[in-house]
């Protein structure tokens, strides 16, 4: 378990660790390089790098926070990663069944796994399933979410590298945009941002525009949020059009 700085949760929780990459949103996986650097550094979860490894180790964790935590689970991974067994995602629900006093925020990139394993899982209030989307390439994602049983859906369109025209909201009840930051980050465009802010607008869903990624690609210089002294500060500011957009769903408040 880890404090995290990502604006829209308050811990993370990495029953898995390692991960490959599927799709072009996972160029710059800021998990592989910070997997690196923590078996640089000796950490004994990492000794693998970013292999895929399961932790039952770490299965116990939630059960002693506590009060109630907003948990990102598997930051370092994808749950629905083809080589993490099946048997081990059952466990890691398990605990979030039996842990009903937080809410887990679960993202992947392999829905098709996740829809066939729906089913078979238990879907507890308490677990938000999303999935993550780059462009309009990987919006069949979505449609695979919305067959799933989760009680509350959303989706992580960071990096978006993209436009994206076409976005089936049905079924979806929160969504995060972000651009890419780093070193060889790619530009967002603030046209995207705002095509996907309408269509939450009109679906009357939750916009969350998490930051730029770089200040360069924000077209307001003067947005105050790029100043890292500044409360609300995101990598390379997060304000769009003079306002900060960070709306979450009505069953949860984000710690302060």
């Known amino acids: 378990m880890a404090q995290s700085n990502i604006e829209w949760t308050e811990l993370t929780w990495n029953p898995v660790t390692g991960c490959t990459k599927v799709s072009p949103g996972c160029k710059h996986c800021y998990a592989e390089t910070m997997s690196r650097r923590l078996k640089a550094m000796g950490v004994p979860k990492y000794?693998?790098?970013f292999n895929i490894r399961t932790h039952s180790d770490s299965l116990t964790i939630p059960f002693t926070?506590?009060?109630s935590k907003l948990v990102f689970v598997n930051s370092m991974s994808d749950l629905f990663h083809p080589d993490v067994p099946t048997d081990f995602i059952k466990a890691v629900f398990s605990v979030m069944n039996n842990t009903p006093q937080h809410t887990y925020q679960v993202l992947t990139k392999r829905?098709?796994?996740l829809l066939e394993l729906s089913e078979h899982l238990h879907w507890t209030a308490n677990i938000w399933m999303g999935v993550s989307v780059e462009n309009e390439d990987y919006t069949f994602r979505i449609n695979q979410l919305a067959l799933t049983n989760a009680h509350t859906k959303f989706l992580s369109i960071e990096p978006l590298i993209g436009p994206i025209q076409q976005l089936n909201l049905n079924s979806i009840d929160w969504v995060i945009v972000g651009g890419e930051s780093g070193h060889k980050a790619r530009p967002i465009?603030?046209?995207w941002i705002e095509t996907i802010k309408h269509a939450c607008e009109i679906a009357s869903i939750p916009f969350f525009f998490k930051?730029?990624?770089?200040?360069?690609?924000?077209e307001d210089l003067n947005d105050p949020t790029i100043n890292a002294a500044h409360p609300?500060?995101?990598?390379?500011?997060?304000q769009l059009n003079g306002e900060i957009f960070r709306q979450v769903p009505v069953i949860v408040t984000l710690a302060s």
């Not at 930051?211 to 924000?218: L, S």
């Open 65 to 67: 926070w506590r009060k």
């Open 111 to 113: 829905s098709e796994r």
């Open 211 to 218: 930051q730029w990624g770089k200040p360069k690609f924000n």
């Open 189 to 191: 465009k603030k046209a």
């Open 232 to 238: 609300e500060h995101a990598k390379g500011g997060c």
């Open 47 to 49: 000794a693998d790098g």
